[in-house]
């Protein structure tokens, strides 16, 4: 029996899960697409996470969206990107999705979260958006990708969020990724969604920005000082 319906003249709305049909400029055998360099006086003012409202002496073109959250919560940038630009719009600047890369995963699952990262920003430059690089890693394995399609010389951003850095281990992969990230990229500076060891400091430009969190404790010892 084939499939002679009508049904199958159109194609699902699914149907190009994987945006296999729209690929972007790649430098790499992965085809990993490429970003574009981010000069060091886009600096933004601040950062606020994706799909959270932004206060109102906060102009959206002043600050950039990031993605420095448990992946579900950002999940439809990737499955739906067009739905997505809804929310994205009234900002200029975003930062590409912060994918997770677990050093205990299987190395092609961190390499797809890569390539999600580094395809979610082409989309979005393709869409007039300024998009600063958002760089993490795992173990040395993935150093062979977790960098393929950054800019030298550009703005970048990490986060040592959810990194327990008390770990030894933990601690040791973070510092030797940001050694590689360095002497790879050579970055003009380093934006940082919550603090970073002070090491850092020493090896490039760093721009830490308070996690949601820490904004909130602010706002809230500046509310009882003001009361009392």
Request: net charge positive; with cysteine.
């Amino acid at each position: 029996m084939t499939r002679t319906s009508h049904r199958w003249q159109d194609k699902p709305g699914s149907f190009d899960a994987l945006h296999a049909t729209e690929p972007f400029p790649s430098d790499n055998e992965l085809g990993i697409p490429c970003l574009a360099h981010v000069p060091v006086y886009r600096v933004p003012a601040w950062l606020a996470p994706y799909r959270t409202r932004i206060r109102a002496n906060d102009p959206p073109d002043d600050g950039a969206v990031h993605f420095f959250l448990d992946d579900y919560r950002f999940e439809t940038v990737w499955s739906r990107p067009r739905k997505a630009l809804q929310a994205l719009a009234p900002y200029t600047t975003l930062l590409s999705p912060d994918f997770s890369l677990y050093r205990d995963w299987p190395l092609m699952l961190q390499m797809w979260n890569v390539y999600r990262n580094r395809w979610c920003g082409a989309f979005w430059q393709s869409q007039g958006f300024t998009v600063i690089p958002t760089v993490s890693w795992s173990t040395a394995e993935s150093y062979e990708f977790c960098f393929l399609g950054l800019p030298t010389r550009s703005l970048l951003a990490v986060s040592a969020v959810g990194v327990d850095l008390a770990d030894p281990l933990a601690r040791s992969l973070f510092r030797a990724g940001f050694r590689e990230m360095v002497a790879r990229l050579e970055p003009a500076a380093v934006l940082a969604y919550g603090p970073l060891p002070a090491w850092c400091g020493e090896l490039a430009e760093v721009v830490v920005y308070p996690t949601r969190w820490q904004g909130i404790r602010k706002a809230r010892k500046e509310g009882f000082k003001k009361r009392g």
